[in-house]
């Protein structure tokens, strides 16, 4: 049984990137597809989808490299835990790198990035820091 299902996928991404595969998959649910697609957005993948498959539909996230192979994502940490859950106000959080990286937040309105956050003045738990 798996307790931290997001720190998983964060764990097969980084992984992934690692040994340079093209895509990842792992099993789909509504956390992890607003996950990919916060980092689809702000340009750390390519693109993701679902593939059907038995018993568990699969995400599939297409990795992204630069042109001479060099890694998009940097690095990708688990902020806030089972153990110790982590909230911030939209004031409160802060650029990630001075604005080279994100943080992906978990607000009342799906998961969106600090900046989109900030934006919108929406507070929530924060996932984990991208850069």
């Known amino acids: 049984m798996m307790t931290d299902p997001i720190a998983d996928m964060l764990t097969r991404i980084r992984n992934a990137v690692r040994v340079e595969r093209p895509h990842v998959d792992m099993p789909v649910s509504k956390v992890k597809r607003g996950l990919a697609d916060v980092l689809k957005r702000e340009g750390y993948i390519w693109d993701w989808q679902e593939v059907e ?17 060099e890694r998009v994502l940097q690095k990708i940490r688990r902020v806030s835990k089972p153990g110790r859950r982590v909230y911030s106000k939209a004031r409160d959080l802060r650029p990630v790198l001075k604005g080279l990286g994100i943080t992906i937040i978990s607000t009342s309105r799906g998961v969106i990035s600090d900046r989109e956050a900030r934006q919108r003045n929406l507070g929530g738990e924060v996932l984990c820091e991208v850069w």
């Open 53 to 69: 498959d038995s018993p568990v539909s699969q995400l599939r996230i297409e990795l992204k490299y630069g042109p001479n192979g």
